[in-house]
């Protein structure tokens, strides 16, 4: 939300503020990396001296605070990897899924082209392949198609599309500019996949997207409570941590824009 300049200024400070935050720590990481706003980093100064840093984290800009996540058993969650520390120092790379992910995705029965639902099929596997240490493969691939089949894609179907990751896992993809003119059509099964071999394919690339979605026969998947309406409302204190709880006859909106 907000300006399309607002993420790479956000970037910029952010920059700016972990490279003085280092600059002026007492005891510095041996390693810093960040993605956005987590961030991964390996100290080797003791548990003590760390909360020392964390705080020296937090007193640099009371708007910008920072939690902490410790290893648990050698074991510490990055983003989508799970990165365990071995008894010789070094790291093993896995996939890593949240205790709450539910292994929901794209069912292969939903009304969407045939390259998309591979899609689905393909991303989960290239990715397993390009973070997974190569001793965790065989058990994150076994994984991922028990996990697929659930979402109804045919076990064939799986295995093919690993074989052939697996097989140009070390190739280069040449990075050639796609001058084609794109085409994007509303996905009907029989109608719209045979219109798209009517174009030539060294001239259109033709991109299929749903033909309606969830979102627009649910409009409003919550109750709201519309500004127009009469109901009870809560207004906060700005001043302290009391708030005031009252009924309007009259709409909820016009009372909010009044003086509390």
């Not at 010789?88 to 709450?100: A, E, I, L, Q």
């Not at 097989?167 to 009907?188: A, F, G, M, Q």
């Not at 009517?198 to 627009?216: D, G, I």
């Not at 649910?218 to 204190?237: A, H, L």
Request: aromatic letters at 10%.
């Amino acid at each position: 939300m907000g300006s399309p300049l607002s993420p790479a200024i956000a970037n910029i400070y952010v920059d700016d503020f972990e490279t003085k935050a280092l600059e002026t720590a007492d005891l510095k990481p041996k390693c810093w990396f960040r993605y956005v706003d987590d961030i991964f980093i390996i100290w080797p100064h003791g548990l003590q001296d760390l909360d020392g840093f964390l705080s020296h984290l937090n007193g640099i800009n009371n708007s910008i605070q920072f939690t902490m996540e410790l290893e648990t058993n050698n074991s510490l969650p990055f983003l989508d990897l799970l990165i365990t520390r071995n008894n010789d120092n070094n790291f093993n790379y896995s996939v890593y899924r949240k205790p709450t992910h539910t292994n929901r995705y794209l069912n292969a029965n939903s009304h969407h082209h045939p390259t998309q639902l591979n899609s689905v099929m393909k991303t989960l596997i290239v990715r397993s392949l390009r973070l997974t240490e190569k001793q965790n493969q065989n058990y994150e691939l076994n994984n991922l198609k028990i996990i697929l089949q659930q979402n109804g894609y045919k076990l064939h179907q799986i295995n093919n599309i690993i074989r052939k990751n697996l097989r140009h896992k070390h190739s280069e993809k040449n990075n050639v500019n796609d001058d084609r003119r794109v085409l994007i059509l509303h996905y009907l099964k029989g109608v719209t996949d045979k219109i798209a071999r009517k174009f030539p394919k060294n001239e259109f690339r033709v991109v299929f997207k749903p033909y309606r979605t969830l979102s627009q026969f649910i409009r409003t998947p919550k109750d709201t409570i519309p500004g127009e309406s009469q109901g009870v409302y809560e207004i906060q204190c700005c001043d302290c941590s009391q708030s005031y709880v009252g009924q309007s006859n009259r709409r909820i909106s016009a009372r909010a824009n009044e003086p509390n």
